[in-house]
């Protein structure tokens, strides 16, 4: 009964968008079905809820949703610009939870009402032992242009203000206006805290206009120990990623830093997504490091949000302070943050997703990289027992059908292979495809796996002299029909777990420890299901 009623909702409300629609023509001669959307998304139903807050109640993964948009799409001349306009607000509206029928527009990331109140707290790592930096955003900027925090040792003791004049804002840049979401505003500090013992728990706090704020963490180890766990995941989203988030909330002893390549929010500019993502993980990031690095979802508006709100060690790894690379070190692992995404040329405006481009297209990433491997490489010449892990957002070795496999991993293999190669990367790890591949050592020249190295049917890589791929993008709840592995298709030899998006309702993420001979990789889904398991052995 209760499907008959909605749809014949759906159908009223579709013949009363297509009358205001007829009318709005009639009335300008000329439409954006995005601005007119906008008109009818205002509006309220006899139950007092938005026609958005009903698509969302329907399904919480948004696919009624989507089937009203291709209505509307059968409504009007569809044309490239406003399909992407339409593309960019419906990924943040179906993955976010910003829409608020109330605010009349505007979106400010915090409580103007208590400006100096504490959001979006989280932790970064700097690669140096004792040393995190803790991020926040404030309705208003901090007075005398200082942010401070207080820490305390395990017992209680405090050790004094930590401060920094690390204020950030930002406008939205040029391009398409962020409709229903206009005049975002806040600011982002960022204080760092040094000189703490490797290993030891502390708590900080940040205070606020009517509320504190306080959580535990544990004091990186930066270089100087022998083993490191950590959880790794990309392509999570706001709804579609609550079941990973809620399932970390249960493993948090079993991790002692995240790390995310791209793609966190599905925000796609409009930055009150991502300021929900984040509330939704804060209970986690305020107290586990959470290093990140930039995907297409975070591209628009030339990834003002990531570039003000993330605390990236540019400066201690030697990268350009704008860069979007940039490298740490945690127990015995070095990690190489790299970045695919151009954000040079939108003949649209800033507004658009990046597409990916070599390593060389973006000035002086290429160098930096050869730089830091080559500093690496002489610090593994000391101390053989070193991991190299080298990241990126898109895959690099892949098999499924379409450009990110057939056509971009190719091409952006032709630059960063012989570097993983020369310097003897362990592995390779990326996202973006919402699925999960395993490649195996491969020959970077004859696409050949190497011979002794795979054994007990692929769950032990022995001495592998060629890195391991590890395609990670499951993280959000896939949409029901995303299944990219074909039954019954030959894959090659190398291509040695894959798991289809289809995994849904669940998200994945790996849980990793690594210590001097041996990384353990572990893939669950949220319901607690091992889903691959493989180690490495030097």
Same mark, same amino acid.
């Not at 490091?289 to 605390?311: C, D, I, K, L, Q």
């Given at each position: ?6 749809l ?20 300008t001669?000329?439409?954006?079905i ?16 938005s ?20 209505d ?21 509206l ?110 900080y ?18 270089n ?55 509330? /939704? ?28 709100n ?10 350009a302070?704008?860069? /979007? ?30 597409q ?14 050869q730089?830091d /491997? ?29 450009k990110? %496999? ?36 491969i ?9 002794? %190295? ?7 890589y ?11 993008g ?9 299944n ?8 090659p ?29 572990? /893939? ?8 691959d ?6």
């Amino acid at each position: 009964m209760f499907k008959k009623i909605l749809l014949l909702y759906v159908i009223i409300e579709c013949v009363k968008f297509q009358c205001a629609l007829a009318a709005y023509k009639h009335d300008t001669g000329s439409l954006s079905i995005f601005q007119e959307f906008e008109r009818y998304a205002r509006r309220t139903d006899t139950f007092r809820r938005s026609p958005i807050e009903l698509f969302l109640r329907t399904d919480p993964q948004g696919e009624w949703f989507k089937e009203v948009l291709k209505d509307l799409k059968t409504m009007n001349h569809w044309n490239s610009t406003v399909s992407g306009e339409m593309s960019l607000f419906s990924s943040a509206l179906v993955e976010g939870t910003w829409y608020n029928i109330s605010n009349n527009g505007t979106c400010n990331c915090c409580d103007v009402n208590n400006p100096m109140d504490p959001f979006h707290v989280h932790l970064s790592l700097t690669g140096r032992p004792g040393e995190v930096v803790v991020s926040w955003n404030t309705a208003e900027r901090p007075p005398d242009e200082k942010s401070c925090v207080m820490v305390s040792n395990a017992t209680g003791a405090q050790l004094g203000l930590f401060c920094s004049s690390d204020i950030r804002t930002f406008s939205l840049g040029s391009g398409y206006s962020p409709y229903l979401c206009s005049n975002y505003s806040g600011f982002a500090s960022h204080v760092k805290i040094s000189s703490l013992k490797p290993g030891e728990t502390y708590t900080y706090t940040i205070y606020g206009t009517s509320k504190n704020k306080t959580f535990p963490f544990m004091a990186p180890y930066g270089n100087t120990s022998s083993t490191t766990r950590l959880a790794f995941f990309t392509d999570i989203g706001t709804k579609g990623g609550q079941p990973v988030i809620d399932a970390l909330k249960q493993k948090m002893n079993d991790f002692d830093y995240i790390i995310l390549p791209g793609d966190q929010s599905y925000s796609d500019g409009y930055h009150t997504t991502f300021d929900a993502y984040l509330t /939704l993980f804060e209970d986690v990031i305020a107290s586990k490091p959470y290093m990140v690095s930039t995907g297409n979802h975070e591209g628009p508006w030339n990834f003002t949000y990531a570039r003000n709100n993330f605390y990236w060690p540019v400066n201690e790894s030697g990268a350009a302070l704008d860069a /979007l690379w940039y490298s740490i070190d945690e127990g015995p692992v070095h990690y190489i943050f790299m970045n695919y995404e151009n954000y040079f040329s939108y003949p649209l405006g800033e507004w658009e997703m990046t597409q990916p481009a070599p390593l060389s297209t973006f000035p002086g990433q290429l160098e930096w990289l050869q730089n830091d /491997l080559e500093k690496f490489s002489k610090r593994r010449e000391s101390n053989p027992n070193l991991w190299l892990i080298m990241m990126a957002h898109r895959p690099l070795t892949c098999n499924i059908s379409g450009k990110s %496999c057939e056509v971009f991993g190719p091409e952006l293999e032709k630059e960063v292979f012989p570097l993983m190669y020369q310097y003897k990367a362990d592995m390779y790890w990326c996202g973006h495809v919402h699925a999960y591949e395993r490649v195996n050592p491969i020959d970077n020249v004859t696409r050949t796996q190497c011979s002794n %190295c795979v054994q007990q049917n692929g769950s032990l890589y022995k001495q592998p002299p060629y890195p391991v791929q590890v395609m990670n993008g499951i993280a959000g709840r896939a949409v029901a029909d995303n299944n990219y592995f074909t039954p019954g298709i030959s894959y090659p030899d190398y291509a040695q777990v894959r798991i289809d998006a289809i995994n849904y309702p669940f998200g994945g993420y790996a849980l990793v420890q690594v210590n001097d001979t041996v990384l353990n990789f572990t /893939l669950y889904n949220t319901s607690g299901t091992v889903l691959d398991s493989f180690r490495i052995e030097k």
